[in-house]
């Protein structure tokens, strides 16, 4: 590997220990505020956060801007479409994370690197044996995590997350759809933006938000507003550029590793022996996904 490969590859296994480390940031600020409020937070000021990386990207690419005009129109498009989307996974996420386990949410939120090889299906494009190998394990160790003393009875929690998952496998399927015809930093500033107005509707009318909750919850919020969406989105855009996809998307996946080991280590979150089982299990469908 090359020292760019080396660097980026770095970059973008920080945004995986960021985004893991924001499940125990999520589940710390439920103990302040209310979902929506904690999603209308962390939306905005990712929205914030990104307008100078905005400025910075945009004046790296000055030149060529002069020379090819954006489409402002597929860019708002897009910006709503994903920010829809967002704002659907974020909220069943959120809601889901104050009735389980920080590793548990993790893991059946990275579902969706499995779930979009199936979705490739309705759209002509064949997963092939092994992505449905990759399924059927997937499926085991979901059981295993899930289905408690056998039980053949999902918990609430685990629904609201693999709903979750699958509005994230829409929204990747979705933003591959516009990446080529608009810029990755605004769009992702547009669908925080609409993410934190919608959260903030339902915000106001199914919640009684506090200042003096929300300054109690000051440090998780901060976390997941500034670090998960502005930072390691960033770094995802940077450490991208000349890796391979497929190196690229697991050394992002690990971040379902880092919820599970930040639960344990910062919240005391033990898994039991069957359900690491099915972490495990969930965790190779994941790395088996992605594999040419």
């Given at each position: 590997m090359s020292k760019l490969q080396i660097r980026n590859s770095i970059l973008l296994f920080l945004a995986a220990v960021i985004w893991g480390c924001a499940f125990v940031a999520q589940s710390v600020g439920m103990a302040y505020i209310e979902p929506f409020t904690f999603s209308t937070l962390r939306s905005f000021i990712g929205s914030i956060v990104l307008l100078p990386c905005i400025w910075f990207f945009g004046k790296q690419k000055n030149a060529r801007a002069n020379r090819q005009k954006e489409d402002t129109k597929t860019l708002l498009q897009s910006g709503l479409i994903c920010g829809v989307l967002i704002f659907t996974a974020v909220n069943l996420q959120q809601l889901a994370i104050l009735r389980t386990s920080v590793g548990k949410s993790g893991f059946l939120t990275a579902l969706y690197i499995v779930i979009v090889p199936v979705m490739g299906i309705?759209?002509?494009?064949?997963?092939?044996?092994?992505?449905?190998?990759?399924?059927?394990?997937?499926?085991?160790?979901?059981?295993?995590?899930?289905?408690?003393?056998?039980?053949?009875?999902?918990?609430?929690?685990?629904?609201?997350?693999?709903?979750?998952?699958?509005?994230?496998?829409?929204?990747?399927?979705?933003?591959?759809?516009?990446?080529e015809r608009v810029d990755g930093v605004k769009l992702s500033c547009i669908q925080f933006f609409i993410c934190g107005i919608l959260s903030a509707v339902l915000m106001l009318c199914l919640e009684t938000p506090s200042f003096s909750a929300i300054c109690s919850a000051w440090a998780p919020v901060l976390y997941t507003g500034v670090l998960s969406t502005g930072v390691a989105y960033t770094l995802q855009i940077v450490g991208q550029k000349g890796l391979n996809p497929v190196i690229a998307s697991l050394l992002m996946s690990l971040e379902s590793v880092v919820s599970a080991l930040a639960g344990w280590l910062i919240l005391g979150q033990a898994l039991t022996g069957r359900e690491l089982l099915g972490c495990v299990i969930m965790f190779a469908a994941i790395i088996l996904a992605q594999l040419p």
């Open positions: 309705f759209i002509g494009k064949r997963p092939g044996k092994k992505r449905m190998l990759a399924v059927l394990c997937a499926v085991i160790g979901m059981y295993l995590l899930c289905m408690k003393s056998g039980s053949l009875t999902l918990e609430f929690a685990d629904i609201l997350l693999l709903l979750c998952a699958v509005v994230f496998a829409l929204h990747i399927m979705t933003v591959d759809h516009y990446s």
